[in-house]
């Protein structure tokens, strides 16, 4: 049955994304493939037309070029080859390169591609108003996008208990299939929980994963003794609202089955409000998780946007009444406190519960003798990187640069970037531009992190300084403290919650590579690293394990009156 669904989803996935916005297929088609496949098709592409072209380039992380060779091939085109010109322009989700090629398309074509980029660019009513001339699933579509962002909470039913100590978390997408910050946390959380003697059960947003492509139909998958639960529906709901009442419909249908005495949701909103409708069914009470703030990452992602979007607005509302709708609210750190209670939260019904790590992470890093000589890293080289997801806001060209100071400064690194995101093709690229032979080995297996670590002499986290990231702690430089890798991340408030200046790690301002480079030699080569670390071990051991975090939810879950 769950091969059947698969079958019969996946192509509704391919099909739905070919026919609202076929420019946009093959960089979601390049960015699923595996990396020789990729760099061939890659190549293929770059020896082809103008618009395959501008593909290959664009994915080699060469978006200048891309855009030039798209605007190249515009100035003779004639109407049908601008039509694609213009659609690769709205799917890379650039208004300044889109404009003058949208000017010169005939009516329809205007109004269909115009709606796609406003919606992209966040103006949402725009894009339903310039709709009118798109096809019925274009603005079937855009309408669906405004109506879910203008929900609001239902009203609670009578309480009813759960079975004890059941706790459901919801969650957008999960390990094994994704291995990120996110997913990490939310397994680290659930399996201290589990050693506490809870029974916590996790269920994934519908469709996942087979909706991202990936093909594992399974409806249950155990993680470490986890139950993870998939919802993966027959057909595809045409709009977004109509995705969020049949999530609704579907995980409704296991919370009868597995009488959860609370349900946890994480960030981002759609979570809770599917948390949210089911209290209203079934009267359990909700715990939201804030552990980011959508608007505000989406805001980072392009600096023509702003908060006047009403993507920007409706999401930063939407989110701000679904944590005063939860019973309770828990977030990362103090700054993310902060926020929350300045939106009206009350501050007694939020409270944090910081990433931490397991015990395993504060135990004697492996030998990474084997990993280092398997990347071409020499026994004497100084190794300086970090694990993260490769999004503009981490920063990570500053790092790029701060490596290039320090080759000419006669002082080089080896710089080792794990993770994968939408900016790496352009970081590769970076790198290359800078003459640095830095590596980049993609995502790698959570239980290999550890491994990873023990090749770094020390670990950068220079995030910029935007909203995002001066509110949202990350939890992977904790990680990397609790290993003793000595930490150096930009001096942002977020970032100050874990480190101390000059006693658990060292601080840098950010977007300044000069700086950076200063401080990566001072760790490097300077006096007082060892007692630095030594300090982030034991503050890690003492301030911020999982078991310290979910002792205090557990408390928090009786307080709200949660058998457990």
């Known amino acids: 049955m769950s091969w059947a669904k698969a079958v019969s989803l996946a192509p509704q996935v391919a099909v739905r994304h070919v ?15 595996p990396a020789p496949v990729r760099r061939m098709m890659r190549g293929m592409l770059l020896r082809a037309g103008p618009v395959p072209s501008a593909y290959g380039q664009w994915d080699q992380g060469r978006r200048d070029d891309a855009l030039a060779t798209i605007a190249r091939a515009a100035a003779d085109a004639r109407p049908r080859r601008l039509r694609r010109l213009a659609a690769f322009t709205v799917a890379v989700e650039r208004p300044d390169a889109a404009g003058p090629l949208l000017d010169a398309l005939p009516e329809r074509d205007r109004a269909r591609l ?42 609670a039913a009578k309480r009813t208990d759960g079975t004890p100590g059941r706790v459901l978390h919801i969650v957008t997408n999960a390990l094994p299939t994704t291995n990120a910050g996110y997913t990490v946390r939310t397994h680290r959380l659930v399996s201290a929980q589990r050693a506490q003697g809870l029974d916590p059960h996790v269920v994934t947003r519908l469709g996942f994963p087979v909706a991202q492509g990936a093909r594992d139909p399974r409806p249950l998958v155990d993680v470490d003794g986890i139950s993870y639960h998939r919802l993966i529906p027959w057909k ?4 977004a609202r109509a995705a969020l009442d049949a999530n609704v419909d579907a995980a409704s249908a296991l919370v009868e089955r597995l009488r959860p005495a609370v349900l946890h949701a994480a960030s981002n909103h759609v979570n809770a409000q599917i948390a949210l409708e089911l209290r209203a069914r079934h009267g359990i009470p909700v715990v939201y998780e804030v552990r980011g703030f959508l608007e505000e990452s989406w805001l980072s992602r392009d600096p023509r946007r702003d908060t006047g979007r009403d993507f920007y607005r409706l999401s930063r509302e939407l989110e701000t009444a679904c944590m ?19 939106r ?20 004697p890093l492996p030998d990474a003798s084997g990993l280092r000589a398997s990347l071409g890293i020499a026994p004497d080289e100084k190794v300086v990187g970090t694990t993260t997801s490769f999004y503009g806001y981490e920063g990570l060209d500053t790092l790029l640069a701060a490596g290039a100071r320090l080759r000419d400064r006669g002082r080089p690194v080896r710089l080792l970037l794990v993770g994968d995101g939408p900016e790496r093709a352009a970081l590769e690229r970076r790198a290359a531009d800078l003459g640095l032979d830095a590596l980049f080995p993609g995502r790698v297996p959570a239980d290999d992190v550890r491994l990873y670590h023990a090749a770094l002499d020390a670990f950068v986290v220079p995030r910029r300084d935007e909203r995002v990231c001066r509110l949202v702690t990350p939890l992977k430089p904790l990680e990397a403290m609790a290993g003793g890798v000595p930490v150096i991340a930009s001096d942002l408030p977020a970032l100050r919650e874990i480190i101390d200046p000059d006693v658990t790690g060292r601080l840098t301002l950010a977007g300044d590579p000069d700086d950076l480079a200063e401080k990566i030699t001072s760790t490097l080569y300077g006096a007082g690293t060892d007692r630095i670390r030594d300090a982030a071990r034991a503050w890690v051991h003492g301030e911020r394990t999982w078991r310290i975090g979910t002792e205090r939810l557990r408390d928090a879950y009786r307080a709200l009156d949660v058998p457990c």
Not at 351 to 363: A, Q, Y
């Open 19 to 33: 026919r609202t916005e076929p420019a946009r297929t093959p960089l979601l088609a390049l960015r699923v493939l």
């Open 344 to 363: 009206g939260v009350p501050a007694e019904q939020v409270l944090v519960i910081p990433n931490g790590v397991d015990d395993v992470f504060l135990r």
């Open 114 to 155: 115009g709606a796609l980029l406003a919606a992209k660019d966040g103006r949402l009513r725009e894009a339903v108003a310039k709709s009118e001339h798109a096809p019925a699933r274009v603005r079937r579509d855009l309408a669906g996008r405004l109506d879910a962002l203008t929900w609001t909470p239902p009203p």
């Open 236 to 239: 595809l709901p045409p709009t």
């Open 324 to 342: 005063a709708a939860a019973d309770l609210v828990v977030t990362l750190g103090a700054a993310m406190r902060d926020e929350i209670v300045a």
